[in-house]
């Protein structure tokens, strides 16, 4: 059974910044296509980031390219999401996910439709 722990949110200045980790059990990260997504309050879940199950390839959502960084540890079967220039809109629940799929071009990963694993999810609050 996958399941999958998020840990790392809180509350924080803005332009501060924030690492988020998600702990993988039941499934092995390097062989596994992992994201983030995040829901803020009255909106839809949203794509964050992913990288691909050999680690060659990362995508990140617009709003959030060049201030969040996603990588993984294999050997911890980790993956986390470090983030910095915090802004208020980036308040919201993250989720990490895992998918089943593999091979996929790396654009699909941001569908919430190729993830069959979440876990429950972190806060985030970026005061202003």
């Known amino acids: 059974q996958v399941q999958l722990v998020e840990s790392g949110g809180g509350l924080v200045q803005v332009g501060g910044s924030l690492r988020l980790s998600c702990a993988v059990s039941?499934?092995?990260?390097?062989?596994?296509?992992m994201g983030w997504f995040r829901q803020a309050p009255g909106k839809e879940r949203e794509f964050v980031a992913t990288?691909?199950?050999?680690?060659?390839?990362?995508g990140y959502a617009d709003s959030v390219k060049g201030r969040f960084t996603i990588t993984r540890d294999n050997a911890a079967n980790m993956v986390y999401l470090q983030m910095s220039s915090l802004r208020p809109e980036d308040t919201a629940v993250y989720y990490c996910?895992?998918?089943?799929?593999?091979?996929?071009?790396?654009?699909?990963?941001?569908?919430?439709?190729?993830?069959?694993?979440w876990g429950q999810g972190t806060q985030v609050t970026v005061a202003s």
């Open positions: 996910a895992a998918s089943n799929s593999r091979g996929l071009s790396t654009s699909r990963y941001y569908s919430r439709a190729v993830y069959n694993y």
């Open positions: 039941g499934r092995t990260v390097s062989s596994t296509a």
């Open positions: 990288i691909t199950w050999n680690g060659g390839s990362t």
